[in-house]
């Protein structure tokens, strides 16, 4: 039983627009300082859930509760909460110093306040050079930082960011990411993380909750989405590149893997299970070579593409007659047409039932 403190709780909340259910009863309790991440591809809702818990979209049923409190119909305003959009909405005739008063200044703050809310901001987004300046003269990653500096002087305990990053290139995605985490872990408000961006879900969150066409597929840590995924989309959308997927059948705890059997007793299955099966594994936990060799399976296979990409390679093949993807650490002088034997242990592997695609 968990006994953290509960910073938002959504009960039952649904939404539909016309006979189309975007959000579909969903039940999600969000503990004092986390930092969670809505992860999803366009159009399954997270962005939707977000609005709702911002109340800027008004639910069709369910509860939203905040610090306790239920905010179903509240305003915005009401709800003591900071958001950071996408886009990144400033006022351009502003300095950056007027861009962090302005809602303070029509909250009717008293000036001393209001200074030293955006002193305090400017300094742990480390943007203080810049409060003269207006937006034309910043980069596109020192306005996201004002957006997020907008938020910040609000003093609020939940923090929403839809899709704070998308806008910018992959370096300053990279740095801000770091800073946000900084940030996070300077502050300690809760923060509710929007993004299709898996990169940033895995780095960013202390949980990831997976959705799926309003709704949701898992909510776990990062380690556990990726270990042991509830089913055969959070396997697959979870990974770059994805998962290699096999079907086959389970007998006898095997699993028949072309001409081939795959002994399962290394793998930690939920229960007894025989029938049909996807068995998935990962290319970053496929061997190569003579670690193949040692491994509970291994076959060989001919190299279709090898793809360098510095750091590590990615090598596209074909096993049992499917599509087979396997990376290997740093430089290789393996090529097009070369017949490696690759192997994998079992203990790393995903089976997932072939007509529901849940885990087993």
Known sequence: MNTQKTSV????LGLSFGSVNVLNRLNLDIYQGEFLVLLGSSGCGKSTLLNCIAGLLDVTEGQIFIQGKNVTWAQPSERGIGMVFQSYALYPQMTVKGNLSFGLKNQRMAKAEIKER????????????????????????????????????????VFLF?????????????????????????????????THDQVEAMTLADRIAIM?????????????????????YVADFI????????RGDITNNAFTLGEKTV?????????????GAWFGIRPEHVCVAEQAKSCD?????????????????????????????????????????DTVTVGFNVARASLFDVDNEVRV
């Open 9 to 12: 709780a959504i009960r039952d």
């Open 118 to 157: 955006v002193a305090r901001a400017a300094e742990v987004l480390q943007i203080e050079p810049l409060l003269k300046r207006k937006p034309a003269a910043l980069s596109g990653g020192q306005r996201q930082r004002v957006a997020i500096g907008r938020a910040l002087v609000r003093d609020v305990d």
């Open 162 to 194: 839809d899709e704070p990053l998308s806008n910018l290139d992959a370096k300053l995605r990279t740095d801000l990411r770091v800073e946000l985490k900084r940030l996070h872990q300077q502050l300690g408000n809760t923060m509710i993380y929007v």
């Open 212 to 232: 799926k066409d309003g709704v949701m597929q898992q909510l776990a840590d990062p380690n556990t989405i990726y270990s042991k995924p509830c089913n055969k």
């Open 239 to 246: 990974g770059s590149p994805s998962m290699n997927f096999f």
């Open 263 to 275: 002994d399962l007793v290394g793998y930690d299955f939920k229960a007894q299970y025989s029938g």
């Open 297 to 337: 399976f291994n076959a060989q296979v001919v190299v279709d593409i090898v793809e360098p990409m510095g750091s590590d390679t990615l090598v596209w093949t074909t096993l049992a007659g499917e599509p087979f993807r396997f990376r290997i650490e740093g430089q290789t002088d393996m090529k097009h047409g």
